[in-house]
Nanobody, 127 residues
């Protein structure tokens, strides 16, 4: 079974860029067979889909975050990364990586079809 592991700094200063990585290990983890997403949950709020990189390397972003978000991947390392620029304290959240099979008809609204999640990592943005 695949395991997803987020990594990156737990504290970022306002106006800086938040950078996180997610590494897939074990199981079936070919990057060409899945959508790889970043999802976050601010304290006391619902999950928010931020964006994804797909099986061919195409990227898809939440329109509300698109101007500040960049997602990329390194297939040789089975790793994909998130960069969120110009962060503010409102970007404080637990950040999750997740994957959905290419043909699962997954939904970014309720995460139907997502078959694996990382444990999440808390990132705090200090003012």
């Amino acid at each position: 079974q695949v395991q997803l592991q987020e990594s990156g700094p737990g504290l970022v200063k306002a106006s800086q860029t938040l950078s996180l990585s997610c590494t897939a290990s074990g199981g079936s983890n070919s990057m060409s067979a899945y959508f790889w997403s970043w999802i976050r949950q601010p304290p006391g709020k619902e999950l928010e889909w931020m964006g994804a990189i797909d099986y061919s390397g195409g990227v898809h972003y939440n329109p509300s975050l698109e101007s500040r978000t960049s997602i990329s991947r390194d297939t040789s390392k089975k790793e994909f990364t998130l960069q969120l620029s110009s962060v503010t304290p409102e970007d404080t959240a637990v950040y999750y990586c997740a994957r959905a099979p290419r043909y699962s008809n997954w939904r970014r609204t309720d995460y139907y079809g997502v078959d694996s999640w990382g444990k999440g990592t808390l990132v705090t943005v200090s003012s």
